[in-house]
Protein backbone atom coordinates (compact mmCIF):
# COMPACT_ATOMS: atom_id res chain seq x y z
CA UNK A 1 0.00 0.00 0.00
CA UNK A 2 1.64 3.21 -0.58
CA UNK A 3 2.07 5.85 1.98
CA UNK A 4 0.44 9.50 1.96
CA UNK A 5 2.22 12.59 1.72
CA UNK A 6 0.50 16.19 2.28
CA UNK A 7 1.83 19.01 0.22
CA UNK A 8 3.01 21.63 3.27
CA UNK A 9 0.07 24.16 2.18
CA UNK A 10 -2.00 21.30 2.60
CA UNK A 11 -0.42 20.08 6.12
CA UNK A 12 -1.13 24.08 7.36
CA UNK A 13 -4.91 23.89 6.13
CA UNK A 14 -5.77 20.59 7.95
CA UNK A 15 -4.04 22.22 11.05
CA UNK A 16 -5.51 25.55 10.54
CA UNK A 17 -8.79 24.21 10.10
CA UNK A 18 -8.71 21.99 13.54
CA UNK A 19 -7.56 24.97 15.23
CA UNK A 20 -10.67 26.94 13.92
CA UNK A 21 -12.93 24.27 15.04
CA UNK A 22 -11.19 23.74 18.49
CA UNK A 23 -11.67 27.35 19.17
CA UNK A 24 -15.36 27.25 18.46
CA UNK A 25 -16.26 24.64 20.84
CA UNK A 26 -14.08 22.13 22.59
CA UNK A 27 -12.69 18.88 20.57
CA UNK A 28 -14.57 19.71 17.67
CA UNK A 29 -10.99 20.22 16.26
CA UNK A 30 -10.19 16.98 17.35
CA UNK A 31 -13.28 15.33 15.59
CA UNK A 32 -12.38 17.38 12.52
CA UNK A 33 -8.95 15.65 11.92
CA UNK A 34 -10.61 12.27 13.14
CA UNK A 35 -12.99 12.81 10.06
CA UNK A 36 -10.03 13.94 7.43
CA UNK A 37 -7.88 11.20 8.64
CA UNK A 38 -10.13 8.70 8.45
CA UNK A 39 -10.81 9.30 4.54
CA UNK A 40 -6.94 8.43 3.72
CA UNK A 41 -7.25 4.78 4.08
CA UNK A 42 -9.97 4.93 1.88
CA UNK A 43 -7.63 6.60 -0.73
CA UNK A 44 -5.45 3.86 0.21
CA UNK A 45 -7.33 0.87 -0.76
CA UNK A 46 -9.72 2.63 -3.48
CA UNK A 47 -7.92 5.59 -5.11
CA UNK A 48 -10.52 5.29 -8.43
CA UNK A 49 -13.55 6.07 -5.91
CA UNK A 50 -12.32 9.52 -5.24
CA UNK A 51 -14.33 12.17 -7.58
CA UNK A 52 -12.07 13.12 -10.58
CA UNK A 53 -10.80 16.17 -10.55
CA UNK A 54 -8.92 18.75 -12.51
CA UNK A 55 -4.94 17.74 -13.99
CA UNK A 56 -5.60 14.40 -12.51
CA UNK A 57 -6.26 15.18 -8.98
CA UNK A 58 -9.23 13.13 -7.25
CA UNK A 59 -10.90 14.00 -4.31
CA UNK A 60 -12.79 12.82 -1.53
CA UNK A 61 -15.48 14.85 0.99
CA UNK A 62 -15.57 15.14 4.47
CA UNK A 63 -18.24 14.05 6.43
CA UNK A 64 -20.12 16.60 8.95
CA UNK A 65 -17.20 19.21 7.36
CA UNK A 66 -17.51 21.28 4.27
CA UNK A 67 -14.30 19.80 2.97
CA UNK A 68 -12.66 18.21 0.59
CA UNK A 69 -9.76 16.09 0.38
CA UNK A 70 -7.78 16.69 -3.35
CA UNK A 71 -5.38 13.90 -3.95
CA UNK A 72 -2.94 12.91 -6.47
CA UNK A 73 -1.89 9.49 -7.08
CA UNK A 74 2.22 9.22 -8.19
CA UNK A 75 4.37 6.08 -8.32
CA UNK A 76 5.52 5.97 -5.02
CA UNK A 77 2.52 7.86 -3.00
CA UNK A 78 -0.22 9.61 -2.60
CA UNK A 79 -0.14 13.23 -2.45
CA UNK A 80 -2.70 15.00 -0.42
CA UNK A 81 -2.66 18.64 -2.70
CA UNK A 82 -5.04 20.23 -0.17
CA UNK A 83 -7.55 20.34 2.66
CA UNK A 84 -10.00 22.68 0.60
CA UNK A 85 -12.74 24.08 2.36
CA UNK A 86 -15.93 24.01 0.09
CA UNK A 87 -17.49 27.66 0.57
CA UNK A 88 -13.82 29.49 -0.45
CA UNK A 89 -11.89 29.58 -3.73
CA UNK A 90 -12.49 26.84 -5.99
CA UNK A 91 -9.37 25.73 -7.25
CA UNK A 92 -7.22 27.69 -5.39
CA UNK A 93 -4.70 25.11 -5.26
CA UNK A 94 -4.05 24.34 -8.90
CA UNK A 95 -1.04 25.82 -8.57
CA UNK A 96 0.68 23.70 -6.15
CA UNK A 97 0.77 20.89 -8.83
CA UNK A 98 2.98 22.62 -11.17
Same mark, same amino acid.
Given at each position: ?K?V?????? &????IQ??K????R !???? /?K??????? &?????I??NP?? /?K? /??? /??????? !??F??????????????I?????L?????Y??????
Amino acid at each position: MKPVAYHRLA &ASELIQSAKFYEQR !KPAL /GKAFLSVAE &AILPKIQSNPEL /GKI /GKL /GTRSWKT !KRFPFRIVYLEEPDRFWIVAVAHLSRRPDYWIRRLR
